[in-house]
C-alpha cells in the first residue's frame, strides 16, 4: 500500500487564493493583482499537512501585511490624487478653449485658409485627445474589472481610441511643422493638393500604426496615471513627428537669424525676437516631447520621476500648443483675418 502524501489544501480565504503547500514549508503569493504594488502573503504549512491556526481567531494564519497599505504608499497615492487634478483641470481648461477656437474658424468665412483648416484638425485631435482622457476612461475605474469578460471589449476600445488620439495629435503637430517650412522657405507647394496630403498625414499614418503596431492593454491602476507615451506605438509616431520638426525647427532659426542680421537689428531686440521665436518654436512644434522621451521611467527615480510627470502632465493636458495656436488665431481676427474671399489661401500674420 502506498503511503499517503501529506499537503495542505489549496483555499480561498476571500482575498488570497493560496495554493497547494508542502509540510513544514512558507508558502508566499503575490498580493491580489488589483493592489498597485508587486509584493507578498505568507502562510506556513505544518509538518501534519495543515495550515497553521492563528491563536486568537482559530482560522489559520496568513502574513498579508505587505499587501496593506503604508506610509510610503499613501504618500504617494497623496501626490498622485494632485497630479490627476492637475492633469483633469488641464483637459477641462484646453477642452473649452479648443472647441471655441475650431468653432470661430468653422464660423467666420474670413478665416478658412489652408493654415487655418490645419489648425481645425490639429484642435479636433486634441480635443478627441481631451475626451478619451477623460476619467472614467484614463483612470481605470472601469477597465480595473477587465478580468470580467464583457469589459475587455470596450475597455481596449477605450484605451485603442486613446492611443490613437495622442498619435494623431502629434502627426499634425508635424503637419503644423512642414505648413510653416514650406510657407517661410519654399512658397511653391499647391495649398490644395497639400492639404490633401496633410490630411494623410494627420489622420492617416496614425490609423496606420494602430494597425502595424497595436497598443497594449494594461488594468494596473498606476499605470493609468500616465500618460500614453512609453509604448511602441507611440515612440514611433512622437520619435517621427519629432526628429523632422527638430529639424524644422533648427532650419527655421538658422533663417531667422539670418533674416534679423540682415536687417541690421540692434544687439537687445535681435536677442528678444531671437528668445521670443525660440520659445514659441519650441512647444509650438513639439520638440520638448522629444526631450522628456528621452529620459525614460528607469532613468527617473523618485523625486526626478515626479518632477518629469509632472512636466509631462501639464505640457500634455494644458497642451500648450494649442493654446499658441488658439492665440494666434486671435491675432489674425484682430488684424483683419485672411481676406474676404475665403478659400485655400494663405493667412496673413505669424507668431514669429
Known amino acids: 500500500r502506498l503511503p499517503v502524501k501529506l499537503f495542505c489544501n489549496r483555499t480561498f480565504d476571500m482575498y488570497i487564493c493560496w495554493p497547494d503547500g508542502f509540510p513544514g514549508t512558507t508558502v ?20 501534519n499537512g495543515s495550515w497553521l491556526l492563528d491563536l486568537v481567531s482559530q482560522g489559520p494564519w496568513a502574513d498579508s501585511s505587505q499587501c496593506a497599505e503604508d506610509d510610503a504608499f499613501l504618500h504617494q497615492h497623496s501626490i498622485q490624487r494632485k497630479l490627476r487634478f492637475v492633469y483633469t483641470a488641464g483637459y477641462t481648461l484646453s477642452l473649452i478653449s479648443l472647441v471655441a477656437a ?15 483648416y490645419i489648425h481645425v484638425n490639429l484642435f479636433s485631435s486634441f480635443i478627441l485627445r481631451a475626451i478619451s482622457s477623460c476619467e472614467a476612461l484614463w483612470r481605470g475605474r472601469l477597465c480595473i474589472c ?15 481610441l486613446l492611443h490613437y488620439s495622442v498619435a494623431s495629435s502629434w502627426y499634425w503637430l508635424l503637419v503644423e511643422g512642414i505648413f510653416l517650412y514650406t510657407l517661410l522657405v519654399l512658397s511653391v507647394f499647391s495649398p490644395t493638393k497639400s492639404y490633401r496630403l496633410y490630411l494623410m498625414i494627420g489622420w492617416g499614418m496614425a490609423e496606420g500604426i494602430s494597425v502595424i503596431t497595436p497598443p497594449p492593454f494594461s488594468h494596473l ?45 540692434q544687439n537687445t ?34 523625486t526626478l520621476r515626479y518632477l518629469k510627470l509632472s512636466v509631462e502632465l501639464f505640457f500634455g ?22 481676406g474676404g474671399g475665403g478659400g485655400m489661401g494663405r493667412c496673413p500674420t505669424d507668431l514669429i
Open 28 to 47: 508566499n503569493v503575490s498580493c491580489p493583482w488589483y493592489l498597485p504594488w508587486d509584493r507578498y502573503a505568507f502562510r506556513y504549512c505544518s509538518d
Open 146 to 160: 477587465s478580468c470580467i469578460l464583457l469589459l475587455q471589449v470596450p475597455c481596449r476600445a477605450a484605451q485603442l
Open 221 to 265: 491602476p498606476l499605470q493609468s496615471l500616465y500618460p500614453p507615451r512609453h509604448t511602441t506605438y507611440n515612440y514611433i509616431a512622437l520619435f517621427t513627428q519629432g526628429s523632422i520638426n527638430v529639424a524644422i525647427f533648427v532650419r527655421i532659426m538658422m533663417l531667422l537669424i539670418s533674416k534679423m542680421r540682415s536687417h541690421q537689428m
Open 102 to 116: 475650431n468653432l470661430t474658424l468653422i464660423s467666420l468665412r474670413k478665416l478658412r485658409c489652408t493654415r487655418n
Open 269 to 302: 531686440d535681435f536677442r528678444y525676437r531671437l528668445t521670443k521665436s525660440t520659445l514659441i518654436l519650441i512647444p509650438m512644434l513639439g520638440v520638448h516631447e522629444i526631450v522628456l522621451a528621452l529620459v525614460t521611467d528607469e532613468m527617473a527615480e523618485g
Open 317 to 338: 493636458s494644458v497642451q500648450v500648443q494649442t493654446l499658441l495656436h488658439t492665440f494666434s488665431v486671435g491675432f489674425t481676427i484682430r488684424k483683419g483675418g485672411g
